[in-house]
């Protein structure tokens, strides 16, 4: 691995000076919540590194909630987005299985990620509903991210994972040279073992990936109806999930095309002609996006659909706790 260490304060000064040839977005946080802004000058010393997890997930930047799909909106400049967790690094992985497949890639999407450069950050502590290592994502740097970011003992551990990353610390006037200090990768290490035992303590019994998708599929309806009861088909869950893609194509006149967020959790999504509708009931159509992550997907991409963010429990009016309802399944 290329791995490169400098001083925070060196850093903010190179991210001070590349704001004048990329667009860089990083969490910052307030007093209601962490979540990605456009950097300024004055905000870079304010970033939120090593921690779980910004609002919004990263999959806003390629797929806006709405957009006209024939008009060029590309931004000027190169984009560089710092302090992604790695189950957003990995839902993205899975959208592109899905929009940059080789016969029906999407122009749009594809333009968006060649642009941008994506700088995730590792998880030195946890949030209550993480649960990644449950379906076997590590909570640190790899290699689908362009370049994975460590802040410790006010040093910024830096590791490329791609051209397009090596491009980017190029581009800071930084050289990949030598290895940090071996004191500095120890401490970040057993930091990182106390993150994954967290982990591990927090998720005690909560079923793997596979497991999940097997326990579902054979489940009956009276679990579904229940856990149904309290749910309001919002939709939350499935637009704050970073894997989470359907959308609404949209004719307008002339001829243009406006691509809009849908979720299976609204009424009507699988309504046709005639007023058929397979999701009318509330229990089916719940169900349905729990199928959709746990069992049909996997059936056709090798990424993982459900990166264990825990978003949809934090989102849900309802107060619908995915694992309590997968912990029931499993007993």
């Known amino acids: 691995m290329n791995r490169i260490s400098i001083q925070k304060q060196e850093w903010d000064e190179k991210l001070l000076q590349s704001l004048s040839s990329h667009l860089i977005y990083a969490p910052l946080e307030t007093e209601f919540s962490c979540d990605y802004v456009k950097l300024e000058a004055g905000t870079i010393p304010e970033i939120v590194y090593n921690k779980p997890k910004p609002v919004t997930p990263l999959k806003k930047f390629f797929l806006p909630v709405k957009e006209n799909v024939t008009i060029d909106s590309s931004p000027l400049l190169p984009v560089a987005i710092i302090g992604t967790p790695n189950c957003d690094v990995m839902a993205l992985a899975l959208l592109d299985e899905i929009y940059l497949d080789q016969e029906y890639t999407d122009p749009a999407y594809r333009q968006r990620r060649d642009n941008t450069t994506i700088i995730s950050t590792d998880c030195l ?31 910024v551990i830096l590791t490329v994972h791609s051209p397009k990353g090596e491009a980017f610390i190029q581009s800071l006037g930084m ?157």
């Open 125 to 155: 502590s946890i949030l209550e509903h993480c649960h990644c290592t449950s379906y076997g994502i590590d909570p640190t740097g790899n290699d689908h991210s362009d370049i994975s970011l460590a802040l410790i003992e006010d040093q």
């Open 175 to 331: 050289i990949v040279t030598l290895e940090p200090e071996k004191e500095l990768l120890q401490s970040l290490g057993e930091i990182h073992s106390s993150v994954l035992e967290q982990l591990k303590q927090q998720n005690n019994g909560l079923p793997g990936y596979e497991e999940t998708g097997k326990l579902i599929s054979e489940s009956e309806m009276e679990l579904w109806k229940k856990y149904a009861s309290t749910c309001v088909s919002c939709g939350a869950c499935s637009a704050i999930c970073p894997t989470c893609s359907c959308f609404l194509l949209i004719d307008r006149p002339g001829f243009e095309k406006v691509r809009q967020l849908d979720t299976c959790q609204y009424p009507g999504f699988e309504r046709v002609a005639g007023g058929e509708d397979a999701l009318n009931e509330l229990p089916e159509r719940f169900r349905n996006r729990y199928m959709c992550k746990y069992v049909w997907k996997p059936e056709k991409y090798p990424m993982k659909a459900c990166t264990g963010c825990g978003r949809c429990i934090e989102t849900c009016i309802g107060q619908i706790n995915k694992n309590e309802l997968i912990l029931e399944l499993s007993k």
